[in-house]
């Protein structure tokens, strides 16, 4: 029966005969290879001309110079009680399951007069530039908080951190390292320096006590460089106010937790919340 097919029998498929199955899985594959090339397209594409959309797309390098300048308006918008804390960088956090992180955190502690806490942090977020959309809510909690937004997935918050002391931090969260943050540069302290000489022998410190390093930000508007430069503390005084009376020159602060004068273009800050008295010099940014 050469040439007849029984009944109920398929056609036999020879090489060039391909099945509908055969033609159906190459048609799959080619579509998939398509779609896989055009994602890679729209990839580099977005990779190369879109602005981030998520923390994880930004490093720390490049987040350090938002960060930088966000310490800077602070410091404008706080006055000239504002003392710069070192940066710190906490590594180990975890970008994705796969790839670690670190994070970038700087503050700025301000001190005011015992019960302006909530007045200073609400004068802070009024100051910040409006784009930031910076606010003061009270919370049950923790009382007044300030939140606002630097850009760059970059956060601003702030809190009362005492009696008489207000925190302002910038942060980062959690993203690609990168390269590392820079630090910004800062020359040895000079009038800073020789104000804090003269307030710590005025606290009776044992001469030639090293300051802690200098740190800086950025003023906004290229209007020069905030500088603080801090002691370790020395011990406290019976009246620590009354001890530094004859190098004070303009008085900005009298508080029991906090002593502040200006000294020529300088603010100087003395920490008396703890055992020691803790000397801060700081050259602030125009408002």
Do not use: H, K
């Not at 040895?188 to 001469?207: I, N, S, T, V, Y």
């Not at 802690?212 to 906004?220: L, S």
Request: hydrophobic share 40%.
């Amino acid at each position: 029966m050469n040439g007849v097919e029984a009944a109920g029998q398929a056609p036999p498929t020879g090489p060039g005969r391909p099945t509908s199955s055969g033609r159906r899985w190459r048609w799959l594959l080619a579509a998939t290879v398509a779609w896989a090339v055009l994602l890679a397209v729209l990839t580099w594409t977005s990779v190369r001309n879109d602005p981030p959309t998520v923390r994880e797309q930004r490093t720390l390098t490049e987040a350090g110079s938002v960060v930088d300048r966000a310490i800077g308006a602070l410091v404008a918008a706080a006055g000239d009680t504002a003392v710069l804390t070192p940066p710190e960088v906490d590594r180990g956090c975890r970008v994705t399951p796969f790839a670690d992180g670190a994070e970038l955190s700087r503050g700025v502690d301000v001190f005011v007069a015992a019960g302006g806490e909530a007045t200073l942090l609400e004068r802070v977020a009024d100051r910040l530039p409006a784009d930031w959309r910076a606010g003061v809510r009270l919370t049950a909690e923790d009382g007044a908080r300030l939140r606002g937004d630097a850009g760059e997935f970059v956060t601003v918050s702030g809190g009362i951190a005492g009696d008489g002391r207000v925190r302002l931090t910038v942060d980062t969260g959690c993203r690609p390292v990168g390269d590392g943050y820079d630090v910004p540069a800062a020359d040895a302290a000079g009038a800073e320096g020789d104000a804090l000489g003269e307030a710590l022998r005025a606290l009776g410190a044992p001469a030639g006590q090293a300051p802690e390093r200098v740190v800086t930000a950025p003023c906004p508007g290229g209007g020069g460089t905030a500088r603080s430069v801090r002691s370790v503390g020395v011990p406290a005084p019976a009246s620590p106010a009354a001890a530094l009376a004859p190098v004070t020159r303009l008085p900005v602060l009298d508080d029991s937790q906090a002593y502040a004068y200006r000294r020529g273009p300088v603010t100087v800050v003395a920490d008396l919340s703890g055992d020691q008295v803790v000397v801060s010099v700081n050259t602030g940014c125009p408002a």
